[in-house]
């Protein structure tokens, strides 16, 4: 009885083997549910990836100090509260910096192309700016005094109009207190920290912000550099230009602030010149 209960159960056992193995053969042979199975799988092994990457990015943030910000509040505070040490460059810059400019400019000109190339450097302290323009024959020095240009000749001092010396792009867009004007109408896109100590900031400025006039979605990209006191504006103007004037293609300027809160005071005008060139 005893043997032949157990081989009833062996029997039994054997047999329950075989509907699970004919069950699972039957689920492998079933085309669909084999790919729903799949795909299932697929999803899963998704989820991990995602959920490594993302550890693996914030992992990787926090070592290089990167900082990535979608403000789009139009505050240049942000550039200013990052950090102790470009807030102290932006407050003596202000008035006090040496500068050197690079303007590209590609102009449809009677169905050609034009390309120019306008170079501008300088000095600013207090009230007074130095401008110098170099062209392929001379340089030419000029000043700016409040609100007001000047040309140095060999008679003396005296006014100039401002187009004269920004003939082909105004100096709204070129002078260190307009640029400022333009970012405080700008949003940060994000900020690049680098172990050098390097930190670049890039700024979206809406085109529609400047011209209220346009209802497209151009932006102007505005890409603020410093390092070793240095600060450096990349700015690519040609959403912006294109549509103050017609034949400008491309206008992208390149400007770079040196010897910040160290320039020594310099004379323009003295007491008598100044009275000449008010009368």
């Given at each position: 009885?005893?043997?032949?209960?157990?081989?009833?159960?062996?029997?039994?056992?054997?047999?329950?083997?075989?509907?699970?193995?004919?069950?699972?053969?039957?689920?492998?042979?079933?085309?669909?549910?084999?790919?729903?199975?799949?795909?299932?799988?697929?999803?899963?092994?998704?989820?991990?990836?995602?959920?490594?990457?993302?550890?693996?990015?914030?992992?990787?943030?926090?070592?290089?100090?990167?900082?990535?910000?979608?403000?789009?509040?139009?505050d240049n505070t942000i550039l200013e509260n990052t950090d102790t040490e470009s807030s102290n460059l932006l407050k003596e810059i202000h008035d006090n910096y040496q500068y050197d400019q690079h303007v590209t400019?590609?102009?449809?000109?009677?169905?050609?192309?034009?390309?120019?190339?306008?170079?501008?450097?300088?000095?600013?302290?207090?009230?007074?700016?130095?401008?110098?323009?170099?062209?392929?024959?001379?340089?030419?020095?000029?000043?700016?005094?409040?609100?007001?240009?000047?040309?140095?000749?060999?008679?003396?001092?005296?006014?100039?109009?401002?187009?004269?010396?920004?003939?082909?792009?105004?100096?709204?867009?070129?002078?260190?207190?307009?640029?400022?004007?333009?970012?405080?109408?700008?949003?940060?896109?994000?900020?690049?920290?680098?172990?050098?100590?390097?930190?670049?900031y890039v700024y979206h400025l809406k085109v529609k912000d400047v011209i209220l006039s346009y209802r497209g979605d151009d932006v102007v990209e505005m890409n603020v550099t410093i390092e070793n006191h240095i600060?450096?504006?990349?700015?690519?103007?040609?959403?912006?230009?294109?549509?103050?004037?017609?034949?400008?293609?491309?206008?992208?300027?390149?400007?770079?602030?040196?010897?910040?809160?160290?320039?020594?005071?310099?004379?323009?005008?003295?007491?008598?010149?100044?009275?000449?060139?008010?009368?």
């Open positions: 009885m005893s043997g032949s209960k157990n081989k009833n159960e062996l029997n039994k056992e054997n047999c329950s083997k075989t509907e699970q193995k004919s069950f699972f053969q039957r689920i492998m042979d079933d085309k669909k549910y084999s790919a729903k199975i799949q795909l299932i799988g697929y999803g899963v092994l998704v989820i991990v990836l995602i959920v490594y990457l993302n550890i693996a990015n914030m992992g990787r943030s926090s070592f290089s100090g990167n900082i990535i910000s979608d403000d789009v509040g139009g400019l590609k102009k449809n000109s009677s169905g050609f192309e034009e390309e120019f190339s306008l170079h501008y450097f300088g000095k600013s302290y207090d009230k007074n700016l130095e401008i110098n323009k170099e062209s392929a024959t001379e340089t030419q020095t000029y000043y700016k005094i409040d609100d007001r240009y000047y040309i140095k000749e060999d008679t003396g001092v005296v006014l100039t109009d401002v187009d004269v010396i920004y003939d082909l792009v105004g100096g709204e867009y070129l002078e260190f207190d307009d640029i400022q004007k333009l970012m405080e109408k700008a949003s940060l896109d994000h900020v690049t920290d680098y172990s050098s100590g390097k930190k670049e600060l450096m504006f990349e700015i690519d103007y040609s959403n912006l230009l294109k549509l103050v004037d017609d034949s400008i293609l491309e206008c992208k300027l390149e400007s770079i602030y040196t010897e910040i809160g160290k320039v020594e005071e310099f004379e323009v005008l003295n007491q008598e010149e100044e009275n000449t060139s008010l009368e």
